[in-house]
């Protein structure tokens, strides 16, 4: 069975970081691009950032840019969304997606989704 595991999200004052991971199971992303999107139930799902099979590429949204950093490290079968300056408006269920693809940036339907791991951004 292909399956996403994010884990660490959590509370976090402004300002603060979290680094959330993407782990695979049941599969190798090697061969996968991978994305982090988030939710929050008054917004529609936001593309965050995406990385290349390869690790090569990466895309960050304008609201992120500077603060958030995407790698993976393949050896681990893992992705990593490091966040920086955390803002209050960064809250929201984090979700990461794997795509059978070198380069891929949510344009399509994913080929594997996350379960979510909550961020909370607030003093």
């Known amino acids: 069975q292909l399956q996403l595991v994010e884990s660490g999200g959590g509370l976090v004052q402004p300002g603060g970081s979290l680094r959330l991971s993407c782990a695979a199971s049941g599969f190798t992303l090697d061969y996968y691009a991978i994305a982090w999107f988030r939710q929050t139930p008054e917004k529609e799902r936001e593309g965050v950032s995406c990385i290349s099979s390869s690790g090569g590429s990466t895309n960050y949204a304008d609201s992120v840019k500077g603060r958030f950093t995407i790698s993976r490290d393949n050896a681990k079968n893992t992705v990593y969304l490091q966040m920086n300056s955390l803002k209050p408006e960064d809250t929201a269920v984090y979700y990461c997606?794997?795509?059978?693809?070198?380069?891929?940036?949510?344009?399509?339907?994913?080929?594997?989704w996350g379960q979510g791991t909550q961020v909370t951004v607030s003093s």
């Open positions: 997606a794997a795509s059978y693809s070198s380069s891929w940036c949510g344009g399509s339907l994913p080929d594997v």
